[in-house]
């Protein structure tokens, strides 16, 4: 069943598959800047491409090589660091560690490579200095080095920016600051020359002392970590322009071939219908959230709630509904038993609503259809396959749930059949058997679910 996805270069959806006769799957995620935590609307997005990872894994097992950069060298990490007066190494660890701990806890899979800026300072300053020697790019006076965009016939393909915004001007106005220095205003900094308040970051390069723009880490850890040609890049819809379109530029420039065979980006997160800002109050990270009593896992639920090209509206509402709908399907988790059941897919319409344009609303829909249809009488490996491509960690949802043993579950079918049959005695009966067992059993109108006794 292959996996298709819209392509935001080309406006179609295409299928994924590896181009590369070694049959690995080159997938690069463009990652956070760590200067502070990550808020929610930043985790849609890595939720969104877990989801792809994991479908990716599915489908070409041990055949998926994903990457996803840490920026920790820009003009926010540095500010960040000059406010708090340390080391600006010592600031992107703490928040690159609450990072990992954040996606940890909505069951996020880590990359397979993590590259950081800093630590490929020297594949940068290579790839400007190959731009720079094929005439893609040229040094101001005062020593930052530009990448020049008429130079590149492609440029604006991706977000066809010159059409829409390039002769409005108006994409432009975040790199007025430098338009001194630059020949032409869409031009876009790769190397930038050192200021006092980079303070002590800066690198030596042949353009004098300075540090990468933040455009040409992705191209540089890109071609370092799965060549000059990938199958997959992604991330955000405010990605698109103008960092994608430059990563584009300058990949091709450099590599005189194909950067990306495939782009995807996902939609932004609204907060109660409206952009989320620090001002408005709204702008969530996921340690607010658990302090407001929900589990990580309900974030990822909610964030799986609508489709992911389309702006979502996240509430606290939703919240309630994702932890009600992880305690049924835990529930449901609970009456399956390994080999059960019909010895067909049944859960297989889910994977088939992802690997359809990543259809994670549909996906979950058709989770709930077959969860309410099939209580206990379908495989668990069928409903694993489904939550382990949906990422939802069930024991981590809420209260944990223990596992009954074979024989307290063959009383509880038992009792099931009873209640079936309207032999509400033996019911009764079989109901003490399990309470003296130490578990009670939970009917609802379609199944049942087996708890400890709560003591
Ligand atoms: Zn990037």
Excluded at 176 to 203: R, Y
Excluded at 347 to 359: I, K, M, S
Aim: overall charge neutral; glycine content about 8%.
């Amino acid at each position: 069943m292959p996996i298709r996805l819209h392509d935001s270069l080309t406006r179609q959806t295409l299928e994924l598959k590896p181009a590369q006769k070694d049959g690995v799957y080159r997938f690069y995620n463009c990652g956070p800047t760590v200067y502070a935590p990550a808020h929610i609307g930043n985790f849609r997005t890595f939720v969104i491409n877990d989801v792809i990872r994991r479908l990716l894994e599915l489908e070409f097992p041990g055949k998926v090589k994903h990457v996803r950069n840490l920026t920790d060298v820009d003009d926010k990490t540095i500010r960040r660091a000059q406010d708090e007066q340390r080391p600006l190494a010592e600031v992107t660890r703490q928040w690159t560690d609450k990072f990992h701990a954040d996606c940890a806890a909505l069951n996020c899979l880590p990359p397979h490579v993590e590259p950081t800026a800093t630590g490929h300072i020297h594949e940068q300053v290579d790839m400007i200095d190959v731009l720079m020697k094929k005439g893609n790019a040229y040094r101001a006076a005062d020593g930052s080095v530009y990448f020049k965009v008429s130079s590149f016939d492609g440029y604006g393909a991706l977000s066809r920016v010159k059409e829409r915004e390039l002769q409005a001007g108006s994409a432009m106005k975040a790199t007025a600051a430098d338009a001194d220095e630059k020949e032409d205003v869409s031009d876009f900094a790769l190397w930038k020359a050192h200021k006092p308040d980079d303070g002590a970051n800066a690198w030596d390069s042949p353009w004098g002392r300075g540090r990468p723009g933040w455009h040409i880490e992705c191209s540089a850890m890109s071609k370092k970590h799965l060549g000059d040609t990938i199958d997959l890049h992604t991330g955000g819809v405010d990605l698109l322009f103008p960092h994608h379109e430059n990563e584009i530029a300058q990949s091709q420039c450099c590599n005189g071939t194909l950067f990306s065979h495939h782009w995807y980006h996902s939609e932004h997160l609204l907060v109660d219908g409206k952009k989320m800002s620090k001002s408005l109050g709204n702008l969530y990270t996921l340690d607010e959230l658990v302090a407001k009593g929900f589990s990580p896992m309900a974030l990822r639920y909610a964030l799986l709630m609508g489709h992911p090209r389309k702006q979502l509206s996240f509430s606290l509402d939703s919240m309630h509904a994702a932890e009600s709908a992880l305690t049924t399907l835990k529930n449901f988790r609970a009456t399956l038993l390994p080999g059960a059941g019909l010895g067909h897919d049944a859960f297989g319409p889910v994977l088939q609503a992802l690997h359809d344009d990543l259809n994670t609303p549909a996906a979950l829909g058709a989770l709930f259809t077959i969860v309410n249809r099939y209580a206990g009488e379908v495989d668990a490996a069928s409903f694993d396959r489904a939550i382990f491509a949906l990422g939802l960690d069930l024991n981590a949802a809420a209260a944990p749930q223990a596992t009954a043993p074979a024989a307290v579950t063959a009383l509880a079918e038992k009792r099931w059949a009873a209640k079936q049959a309207k032999d509400f005695a033996a019911a009764d009966a079989l109901r003490k058997e399990l309470t003296g067992a130490g578990w009670s059993m939970l009917d609802r109108k379609d199944g049942y679910s087996l708890e400890p006794v709560k003591k």
